[in-house]
């Protein structure tokens, strides 16, 4: 189904396992929203506002949240494969155990970011900047290529024998 909710104001709303795939969320605010195991494969969220959300177990595999705002959100095992999260901010938020392959991440923001068993490699686009001071990572983390715990450390990564957010 391919909707248009633009700009809608959905905060606080209750879509677990919600079909979404291909829906236009620009804009959309979605914050402290139950997105668990929602389907927003190849979803348009540019600008979406995410903050406190749930999307554990979401599939968001090549979903466009370019610019989107997901502080303190719960993205645990999470599919974002392939997705655009250029220039999203995702402070804080609990990526324990997603996976982000093929994702394009140049410029995303990640600070103090869950990364605990988190698969990113191969082929994460990390041209440009990320942000990735005060994250926590474990050595279950796959990172992109050319990168490895110590290039993580040196970008101020953190890392832990668990997840620090439990998971």
Partial sequence: MEADLRGAGLTNTHLNGARLRKVDLRETRLSETD?????????????AELNGAQLQEADIERANLAGA???YSDLSGAT???A???GADLTSTKLVGAYILGAYLEKSVLFGADL???QMSPAVAWQGTVHLEGAV????????????QRRAE?????????PATGG
């Avoid at 997105?35 to 600008?47: D, I, M, S």
């Avoid at 990572?137 to 490895?148: C, E, Q, S, V």
Wanted: hydrophobic share 45%.
């Fill in 137 to 148: 990572a474990n050595k279950a983390t796959i990172w992109p290529n050319g990168w490895d």
């Fill in 69 to 71: 705002k997901i502080i």
């Fill in 35 to 47: 997105l668990r195991y929602a389907h927003l494969k190849e979803a348009q969220l540019t600008g």
């Fill in 154 to 162: 040196a970008a101020g990564v953190r890392f832990v024998d668990e």
């Fill in 80 to 82: 974002l494969t392939g």
């Fill in 116 to 118: 605990s068993k988190v």
């Fill in 84 to 86: 655009s999260l250029r």
